[in-house]
């Protein structure tokens, strides 16, 4: 269990990235969801032991974070926003490297290892090609790997998929679904999807303040009977927003779907409708 409790933390240059952060995130995949610069990789990189937070207390298990950062590194397992430059040398030879640096260093047991970890990944048959030619897809699936050296107990994918596409993504949500249960695995994105697809818990993270927390049919259900929907002209968005309140508008066949939070009725020819994560996010970063 990943305890994170009154996490607060500003930047030199007077940006609050993170106000009083509590979660608790128990074994499986959670989702970190929110904007850009809602502070998700503040929060992911002080979880990786990468930056200090001003105030607040991390613990996993009763590893204390915050003052026991090499005991972390040892269970952790991560995969950067942005992993760097990426080398003229193989992905074989990169992930024997990594594997030597966390102490693999028996070279037959890191064989098996390395063999193993390009087969779950699917790049066996690139493991010559060097990691600078690499495709999006390609370069995330080998951060996977090199996460999943040392059999990590907690591992953080901050912002995985934004990049990739519809197929890139879909493949490789489909190697984070499999990674396993019994560990904490933290996926930090913007993308709804990826969280309804992949989290059994979440949290909702804007302007460096958690805004919910729970499983995502709970949150959505929260919101029967208080999303309606209207198709309106573009022209008449504007007003609409003035009225109502909005959380979301959404292009269709050339005219404007508006997506509104009331508790009542609003009439005039507002239809209800079935709320999807999609709304709970919206109606919280708004
Ligand atoms: P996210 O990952 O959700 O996009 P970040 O944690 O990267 O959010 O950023 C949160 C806020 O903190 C943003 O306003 C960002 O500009 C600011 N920020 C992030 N890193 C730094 C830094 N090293 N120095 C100053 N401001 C930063």
Not at 70 to 87: C, D, I, N, S
Not at 231 to 258: N, P, T
Request: charge should be neutral; glycine fraction near 8%.
């Amino acid at each position: 269990m990943l305890q994170i409790s009154n996490l607060s933390k500003t930047y030199p240059n007077g940006v609050h990235a993170l106000k009083n952060v509590s979660l608790n995130i128990g074994n499986g995949m959670f989702g970190l969801l929110g904007p850009n610069g809602a502070g998700k990789s503040s929060l992911m990189r002080t979880i990786a032991t990468l930056q200090d937070a001003d105030s607040g207390t991390i613990m996993f298990g009763d590893i204390d974070v915050t003052k026991n950062k090499a005991e972390l590194r040892k269970v952790l397992g991560y995969l950067p926003q942005e992993f760097g430059v990426y080398p003229n040398v193989s992905a074989e030879e990169m992930l024997h490297y990594i594997a030597r640096l966390k102490g693999v260093v028996n070279d037959g047991e890191r064989k098996e290892l390395v063999k193993a970890l390009l087969e779950q990944v699917n790049l066996y048959q690139h493991r010559n090609k060097y990691l600078a030619g690499y495709s999006g897809g390609m370069k995330q699936r080998f951060g996977i790997a090199q996460a999943l050296i040392g059999s990590p107990k907690l591992i953080i994918v901050d912002e995985p998929t934004a990049g990739l596409d519809p197929a890139e993504r879909l493949r490789f949500n489909n190697l984070l679904s499999e990674i396993g249960e019994n560990i904490v695995i933290i996926l930090s994105t913007h993308i709804v999807d990826d969280v309804s697809e992949l989290c059994n818990d979440m949290a909702i993270i804007a302007n460096g303040q958690v805004m919910q927390q729970g499983h995502p049919e709970k949150l959505t259900e929260a919101l029967n009977d208080k999303i309606w929907a209207k198709r309106i002209r573009k022209d008449e968005v504007a007003a609409y927003q003035d009225k109502y309140k909005v959380i979301l508008s959404r292009l269709s066949s050339g005219q404007v779907m508006v997506y509104v939070n009331s508790d009542m009725d609003p009439g005039n020819g507002f239809a209800s409708v079935k709320p999807t994560l999609e709304d709970i996010y919206f109606s919280n970063i708004a």
